[in-house]
Structure formats: structure tokens, C-alpha cells
T-cell receptor, first 113, second 112 residues
Framework: DSGVTQTPKHLITATGQRVTLRCSPR?????VYWYQQSLDQGLQFLIQ???????AKGNILERFSAQQFPDLHSELNLSSLELGDSALYFC????????????FGEGSRLTVL | DQQVKQNSPSLSVQEGRISILNCDYT??????FLWYKKYPAEGPTFLIS?????DKNEDGRFTVFLNKSAKHLSLHIVPSQPGDSAVYFC???????????FGQGTILTVHP
């Protein structure tokens, strides 16, 4: 158990819909990262928040947005969903904002039909 | 632009033998490298890391080697055990790069 909690574990929805994925980081960790893993792909970095502020942005689509709340939990919002958005979405956390070990949650599997 | 590459999608090894997983990177700004292991239906878990000031780091059966001039790192598992069967991801970051950049992963299968 990494201490990072993600909900929901599984989500099935239709194209055009909007979903929210939630992540609670490990106790004491200030950074939250979101990664996407599509079929047969590695983990693609989407976005990082540190203590409530956006710290780094990767290949995140404009249809996607995220935020980190004062209690440090984070939400990833995916809108106008397309079939290609079907993937595993991982949240990870770390103590600081720089290099170092990330602790990953079990992921949220999104299926868009 | 794949900055971290694992060119072997899979590797099959006999129990007790050595497993060698390879990783290449292109970004000279990377100075910290990690290996993660992932079982099905679980998130990746940290295995071992190495800073660019070192060329080797050992932790039990796991050793990571870094060749900066070749921009290459490898993970050695000796002896390999069936429980090591998993997907192994190589990752890299830099002091100005808080995020980790991951390779595509290598599926390791250790046969009893």
C-alpha cells in the first residue's frame, strides 16, 4: 500500500461526457502528479501540482484540467470525452517538488464507449 | 519525442539466472534515474534509483548501472525469482525537471 488513494477504480462512460478522478496523496506529501497510461504505452506525464499550485505541465489536452485543493487532494477533470481517452490514469505523490521517488496510487481505469 | 526508451518490450529468464533490463535516454539534463516495478492491477512501485554522480547502486538482488557517456542505464536482478515477473519501467528526471519521464516498460517473465 503506497498510501496514495484514487477513486473511482473503474469508470465506464460515453463519448462527450465529463468525469472527475480523485486522488488523495500520502500523508505529508505536497506534490501530486497525474499520469496517463494508454494501451501498450508507457506512463505519459499530464500535470503536477505542488502545495496547491500548478508546477509543471506535460502533454495534457485542453479538454482536461486539474486542481489541488487546500487539503492537498487533487482532482483530474476530463471533458468532451473521446474513445481515445480510454486509459489508466495514475496519481502519484511526493514530499517535495523536485526530483525524487514518486508513490503511485492503483490507478483509475476509464473506459469511454 | 521519446526521451526515455526501453527497446525490449519483453524478457524471459529462467529462475536463478540474471535478468538484465536496459534503458536509453536522450536528454542530457536528466540527472536522476529510477526503476519502477508494476504488477497487474496495481500502481508502479519504486525499486531502485541512481544519481548521475554515481555509476552503480546496489540494493540486495537489484543493481542499477549508469553509463552517462552512452546515456544508458541497466537494471540487473540476480538471482531472478518468479515473483520478479512484472513490468519494469525506467524513469528519469532532472533538477529543473520535477516530473519523471518514463520509458515504455519491459515485461519480465521469470520461469520456475
Amino acid at each position: 500500500d503506497s498510501g496514495v488513494t484514487q477513486t473511482p477504480k473503474h469508470l465506464i462512460t460515453a463519448t462527450g461526457q465529463r468525469v472527475t478522478l480523485r486522488c488523495s496523496p500520502r500523508s505529508g506529501d505536497l506534490s501530486v502528479y497525474w499520469y496517463q497510461q494508454s494501451l501498450d504505452q508507457g506512463l505519459q506525464f499530464l500535470i503536477q501540482y505542488y502545495n496547491g499550485e500548478e508546477r509543471a505541465k506535460g502533454n495534457i489536452l485542453e479538454r482536461f484540467s486539474a486542481q489541488q485543493f487546500p487539503d492537498l487532494h487533487s482532482e483530474l477533470n476530463l471533458s468532451s470525452l473521446e474513445l481515445g481517452d480510454s486509459a489508466l490514469y495514475f496519481c502519484a505523490s511526493s514530499v517535495g517538488s523536485g526530483t525524487g521517488e514518486l508513490f503511485f496510487g492503483e490507478g483509475s481505469r476509464l473506459t469511454v464507449l | 519525442d521519446q526521451q526515455v526508451k526501453q527497446n525490449s518490450p519483453s524478457l524471459s529468464v529462467q529462475e536463478g539466472r540474471i535478468s538484465i533490463l536496459n534503458c536509453d535516454y536522450t536528454n542530457s539534463m536528466f540527472d536522476y534515474f529510477l526503476w519502477y516495478k508494476k504488477y497487474p492491477a496495481e500502481g508502479p512501485t519504486f525499486l531502485i534509483s541512481i544519481s548521475s554522480i554515481k555509476d552503480k547502486n546496489e540494493d540486495g538482488r537489484f543493481t542499477v548501472f549508469l553509463n552517462k557517456s552512452a546515456k544508458h542505464l541497466s537494471l540487473h536482478i540476480v538471482p531472478s525469482q518468479p515473483g520478479d515477473s512484472a513490468v519494469y519501467f525506467c524513469a528519469a528526471s532532472g533538477t529543473s525537471y520535477g516530473k519523471l519521464t518514463f520509458g515504455q516498460g519491459t515485461i519480465l517473465t521469470v520461469h520456475p
